[in-house]
């Protein structure tokens, strides 16, 4: 099993609908709680940062981690065509440690 | 937001030369770097951990010899992909966090061609 599971689709749905991606993992000890926003050749975007459990919300995303079921959520409201590309998650430990990254789901919304 | 600079942002070689990439924090000083590749449609695989002025800890798997990390300053990290072979061909990432801030931040990327 790998440690960091996400459906690498691709998820397609119409403009203006809300988008749910999300992210199952197997680490308990996974305290920072990433998604990232990649389009295609760039390098990711930094979208939500969230410590622990809990929700936060930023404009149209908000990101959940539910550390008891080791499920991490970002949606997305009000979806537009330029929200169309991988979105990452990506966890961490803590200290100095690296990010251990999801496949990424690339989305797709239809104008 | 940090900025992390990373260039080139393409590269192409033949095969048997080596390829420097570099990675720069423009705003703030970083005091970790990161390494990783990412092959078409797949995510992002960690390849090494550098601390400035200390030697960089290789991924296992992860070749030391042939991916040479240079972390010389606190702004300036680099790549060394010596004797490439086209399966080294690669999407390189570089990212980067301040002692202050929990937050990584990554360059643009670097496409790597070999052929």
């Known amino acids: 099993q790998k440690e960091v599971e996400q459906d690498p689709g691709p998820l397609s749905v119409p403009e203006g609908a809300i988008v749910s991606l999300n992210c199952t993992y197997s680490?308990?000890?996974?305290?920072?709680f990433m998604w990232y926003r990649q389009y295609s050749r760039k390098g990711p975007e930094l979208l939500m940062y969230t410590y622990s459990s809990g929700n936060k919300e930023d404009g149209r995303f908000t990101a959940q981690v539910d550390k008891s079921s080791k499920y991490i959520s970002l949606f997305i409201r009000d979806s537009q065509p330029s929200d169309s590309a991988t979105y990452l998650c990506?966890?961490?430990?803590?200290?100095?440690?690296?990010?251990?990254f999801g496949k990424g789901t690339h989305l797709i919304i239809q104008p | 937001g940090a900025v992390v600079s990373q260039h080139p942002s393409r590269v192409i070689c033949k095969s048997g030369t080596s390829v420097k990439i570099e990675c720069r924090s423009l705003?703030?000083?970083?005091?970790?770097m990161f390494w990783y590749r990412q092959f078409p449609k797949q995510s992002l695989m960690l390849m090494a951990t550098?601390?400035?002025?200390?030697?960089?800890?290789?991924e296992q798997g992860v070749e030391k010899d042939k991916f040479l990390i240079n972390h010389a300053s606190l702004t300036l990290s680099t790549l060394t992909v010596t004797s490439a072979h086209p399966e080294d061909s690669s999407f390189y990432i570089c990212?980067?966090?301040?002692?202050?801030?929990?937050?990584?931040?990554f360059g643009s990327g670097t496409q790597l061609s070999v052929l």
């Open positions: 550098s601390n400035e002025g200390s030697k960089a800890t290789y």
């Open positions: 990212s980067a966090r301040s002692f202050t801030n929990e937050k990584l931040f």
């Open positions: 990506a966890m961490r430990t803590g200290g100095a440690d690296g990010l251990t």
């Open positions: 705003d703030f000083q970083a005091t970790t």
């Open positions: 680490n308990s000890a996974f305290q920072y």
